[in-house]
């Protein structure tokens, strides 16, 4: 089996972003399995042992998941050290609610990706109760990663951006 790396780091970035346990692609008799069951990365693929099987874990808080090694064996998630990681601040839920990325169905986001923000500025809506709770960037930066999807449920504590900061 040719291994693409992009399509694994593609596949793995799906199931940490739809917070899937487990993602199996196949195609043909090929399969490859994505496993999200804790903070810890381990090895993955044994292409002599039949269908092929790639465990693959969010990192740990702080660190960003990289596809280290490639071989004809052997593909490892393992931590990566973010090149300016200090300059990622991590816009998490105050509370359990509903993520709104606009404020009505009609209207352009808040934020996107690649856009620069301003501390103060409402960057979602978190429904909780009926009470629609505006949420302000905490920071001023770039938007760099989204990670929850419009009328998406989150958790308190959640990650639901990251952004450089300025």
Do not use: W
Request: some cysteine.
């Amino acid at each position: 089996m040719d291994i693409n790396t992009d399509k694994i780091r593609e596949l793995a970035d799906l199931a940490i972003e739809k917070q899937l346990a487990e993602l199996v692609v196949q195609d043909g008799e090929k399969s490859v399995t994505i496993k999200l069951p804790g903070y810890n990365l381990s090895q993955v693929i044994h292409p002599a042992s039949g269908p092929q099987q790639v465990v693959y874990a969010p990192p740990a808080p702080g660190h960003i998941a990289e596809i280290a090694s490639v071989s004809s064996h052997t593909v490892e998630a393992t931590p990566a050290k973010a090149k300016d990681e200090d300059r990622l601040h991590k816009i998490t839920a105050p509370m359990v609610g509903t993520f709104y990325s606009a404020p009505s169905p009609d209207s352009p986001a808040f934020v996107t990706v690649g856009q620069s923000i301003s501390k103060g500025q409402t960057i979602c809506i978190i429904e909780a109760m009926k009470m629609m709770n505006e949420l302000e960037a905490e920071v001023t930066g770039k938007v760099v990663r989204v990670l929850v999807e419009n009328a998406q449920p989150v958790e308190f504590g959640q990650v639901l951006m990251l952004v450089e900061l300025a």
